[in-house]
């Protein structure tokens, strides 16, 4: 990212909620290269440390209920007011629940649903994103975010080199070629094309 745009949220708290991890590891980047002072995120807790080591400063089981999450926000030490959430799933009755339960009154929750219907409580700013270039907000996202891309993997200030599981298709290895995966022939996948 340009140096202009990394570093602007260096006092801020995030809370990313969700559970499938390919979405939490690279909104954890992205909040990591943006300067969030606290990156709070759900996950299975067998991803504890990965998620650590990529920048997120708290894990929380994402089998916990909303007034569970809330506690559980409440035990971490020196923790400013939320004020900005990431629901990385768009599910309406779940991980959105936790990212508008997280935030105080005039907090901002960006979901990857655009589509999302929620009624939003007065002084909760909604914004949609999704990474589909059809849509108009995010043609402008790709615009400033594309041409860093290269950079931000050749300098591995964004990291893609964990395995995902079986069933995304996932990475074996750093990215180094696209093949047709043998579990699926119609779909691309990245890295060791013996992979079985």
């Given at each position: 990212?340009?140096?202009?745009?990394?570093?602007?949220?260096?006092?801020?708290?995030?809370?990313?909620?969700?559970?499938?991890?390919?979405?939490?590891i690279?909104?954890?980047?992205?909040?990591?290269?943006?300067?969030?002072?606290?990156?709070?995120?759900?996950?299975?807790?067998?991803?504890?440390?990965?998620?650590?080591?990529?920048?997120?400063t708290?894990?929380?089981?994402?089998?916990l209920?909303v007034?569970?999450?809330?506690?559980?926000?409440?035990?971490?030490?020196?923790?400013?007011?939320?004020?900005?959430?990431?629901?990385?799933i768009?599910?309406?009755?779940?991980?959105?629940?936790?990212?508008?339960?997280?935030?105080?009154?005039?907090?901002?929750?960006?979901?990857?649903?655009?589509?999302?219907?929620?009624?939003?409580?007065?002084?909760?700013?909604?914004?949609?994103?999704?990474?589909?270039?059809?849509?108009?907000?995010?043609?402008?996202?790709?615009?400033?975010?594309?041409?860093?891309?290269?950079?931000?993997?050749?300098?591995?200030?964004?990291?893609?080199?964990?395995?995902?599981?079986?069933?995304?298709?996932?990475?074996?290895?750093?990215?180094?070629?696209?093949?047709?995966?043998?579990?699926?022939?119609?779909r691309w996948?990245?890295?060791?094309?013996?992979?079985?």
């Amino acid at each position: 990212m340009r140096r202009a745009a990394r570093c602007v949220h260096l006092k801020d708290p995030l809370v990313i909620s969700g559970w499938q991890l390919l979405g939490i590891i690279l909104a954890v980047q992205f909040a990591r290269l943006s300067g969030f002072s606290y990156v709070v995120t759900s996950a299975s807790l067998k991803h504890a440390e990965y998620l650590k080591s990529l920048g997120a400063t708290h894990i929380i089981d994402q089998n916990l209920t909303v007034d569970e999450f809330r506690q559980e926000l409440a035990t971490i030490e020196g923790l400013p007011p939320l004020a900005y959430a990431f629901d990385a799933i768009g599910e309406s009755n779940s991980s959105f629940l936790l990212a508008v339960a997280a935030l105080c009154v005039a907090g901002t929750v960006v979901t990857v649903r655009p589509t999302l219907e929620y009624s939003t409580p007065e002084g909760l700013v909604l914004c949609r994103f999704s990474a589909r270039k059809r849509i108009p907000t995010s043609n402008t996202l790709y615009r400033v975010l594309w041409p860093d891309v290269t950079r931000l993997l050749e300098t591995k200030a964004l990291v893609v080199r964990r395995p995902f599981p079986a069933s995304l298709n996932g990475l074996r290895k750093e990215p180094t070629a696209a093949f047709r995966s043998p579990r699926s022939p119609s779909r691309w996948a990245f890295g060791d094309s013996s992979w079985p």
